[in-house]
């Protein structure tokens, strides 16, 4: 997809700090990070969001939670962590690429879910 910016990172025209890459997923730390750990795990096919998700892509969905599991491991986030996915717009999605935020490092709270 031409336009999108995970596209892009994904294809290395625009920079991130990688800690993972293999065929079909990419992960990345947040720009913006709201944790001490923030990062982002990314299908490589330009999926929309949630709602977009197929029997055709969900193999590369699936992927993404086998990777949280190993970078869990990886950036040593025993104390627990959060995965958060926005989809569409009252959940403030603002790329429209789907991806998976992985939050840790501190007492995340409990006010949603
Ligand atoms: P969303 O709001 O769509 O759930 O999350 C998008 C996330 O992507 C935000 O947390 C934002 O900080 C992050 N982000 C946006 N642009 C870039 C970028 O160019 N590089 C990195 N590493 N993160 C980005
Ligand atoms: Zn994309």
Redesign the pocket.
Known sequence: MEDC?FCK?ISGD?P??KIYEDDKVIA?????P?APV?F?VVPKTHVKSAAEITAENSDEVARCFEVISKLAKQEKLGDGFRV???CGEN?????PHI?F?VLAGRALGGTLV
């Open positions: 910016i990172i625009i991130s700090d990345f730390r947040d720009i913006h709201q923030h982002l958060i996915n926005n959940a403030g999605q603002t790329v991806h935020h």
